[in-house]
């Protein structure tokens, strides 16, 4: 049986949320190791007026985006972030992200371009 982790981060109209706050440097260093493939991460925004698809299938509004991404996604999403602060030259005292929208300096990261719509899918497609 899966294990689902939920994150929810309100944004206000004018100010699109872009990423979702994970967890410490520190802490990501020290857990990374323990999450097991039945562990998944749930991202979830309201939606847009740029999001393409506001509907659900019985034709009511969809307030809410969701992106859903396993443990190796996640892990992988949030070493890239802290291999970027390590490549600055400091040590990350801070928290980590996960950056559905990536813009300039996440696309060159190394991460797979099209993780936005496979993990809007992994959500869709979620069943128990």
Known sequence: MPHVSSLFKECLPCRPLKFWII??????EERKDILSDNDYFLLLRPHRADDLEAEHDSGEINEFEGFML???EANRELQAHLDY???QGREPKF???IYVDKGVRE???NLPPDS????RRQWQDFDI
Request: proline share 0%.
């Open 116 to 119: 936005k719509e496979k993990w």
């Open 95 to 97: 928290s980590l992200c």
């Open 85 to 87: 602060w390590k490549g």
């Open 23 to 28: 967890c410490s440097a520190k802490k990501f």
């Open 107 to 109: 696309q060159n990261w």
């Open 70 to 72: 396993n443990a190796q």
